[in-house]
């Protein structure tokens, strides 16, 4: 029996905003839900299957199922700004009444190098608004950066963040790469903040998870469970942190791509609920496209 998810028994999953030849959905956020109607946001782009020419684009469904794309939410910064030439694998966080939505940047030039290790270096940012509709108003500045050292894991990328409140805080789960490193050598930071435009200092235990390549934290009961991707000597594994910091594998299982839970937790400080859906991504031969998993990765009776 697996104390922390006794009742996984898989994933299912079905379309959320299906394949559409020559446009690219992909890296959705946590799902939120207000005033009973659930929102996700994620990378949008036609130029190309990846995401790196991205901007930021929000869905909202009525039960979880059926969704509808809405529109651009956070386009690419201005000129000579930190986030001109792309901003994408977005995520939410809510805090007394306010909504922010932090982002993958990279500014002009950018060059990805064919996925190899001497590509451009990313920064987060992060952008405020008193509705999930927007309008959104971006900080002038990044909010986390790549370590200046480069033998540190993340002095390459930082990238696809993930929030919880937790001990008072605001906990930032995201992953990183060291310079001249490839993305299979992607591990997991964490770096904590009095309040949610920061300042966000880096623990100084990281990486705390040294393998994955997409982030998926959340409040589990009194610790924080994850889902770890194929990459690393961790890939494919549900995990759990009493701590936040010490994570142990609980399941070997292959996780949704890019996976955003539904936050029933609503980013509030305290005991986890789980989770039990989300919104991920999946391939369609080139071009990527949103689809809904479900689980049973609720809190049990943990012994």
């Known amino acids: ?121 990313t920064v987060i940012g992060v952008a405020s608004s008193e509705s999930p509709l927007g309008p959104w108003h971006r900080t002038a500045d990044p909010v986390l950066r790549p370590s200046d050292d480069p033998t540190l894991f993340d002095s390459m990328r930082v990238d696809d963040t993930c929030l919880i409140a937790r001990g008072g805080a605001f906990w930032m789960y995201y992953k990183g790469r060291q310079m001249n490193h490839t993305p299979g050598e992607t591990k997991m930071g964490l770096a904590v903040a009095k309040v949610p435009t920061g300042p966000y200092i880096k623990h100084q235990d990281n990486p705390v998870i040294d393998s994955g390549h997409e982030v998926c934290v959340w409040p589990h009961g009194n610790g924080v469970g994850c889902m770890v991707c194929h990459v690393g000597p961790q890939g494919n594994t549900i995990q759990h942190s009493d701590d936040g910091l010490h994570f142990r594998k609980e399941w070997d299982a292959v996780p949704p791509s890019a996976p955003g839970p539904f936050r029933s937790d609503r980013f509030v400080d305290g005991v986890g609920p789980g989770v039990t859906w989300g919104i991920s991504m999946k391939n369609h031969v080139a071009w990527p496209y949103l689809v809904r998993f479900d689980c049973d990765l609720t809190v049990g009776c943990i012994p």
């Open 1 to 121: 029996m697996k104390g922390h998810f006794e009742r996984f028994s898989g994933f299912t999953y079905s379309d959320a905003l299906p394949f559409e030849n020559g446009v690219t959905r992909r890296d959705p956020s946590p799902v939120i839900e207000v005033g009973g109607t659930y929102y996700v946001w994620y990378s949008r782009t036609q130029e190309s299957p990846d995401g790196y020419s991205a901007s930021v684009w929000l869905a909202t469904s009525p039960d979880g199922r059926t969704w509808q794309e809405q529109g651009e939410a956070l386009a690419k910064g201005r000129k000579g700004a930190f986030d001109e030439h792309a901003v994408f694998t977005p995520t939410i966080l809510v805090a007394d009444g306010m909504y922010y939505l932090f982002y993958t940047a990279v500014p002009e030039p950018f060059s990805n190098d064919g996925g190899g290790a001497k590509g451009t270096r």
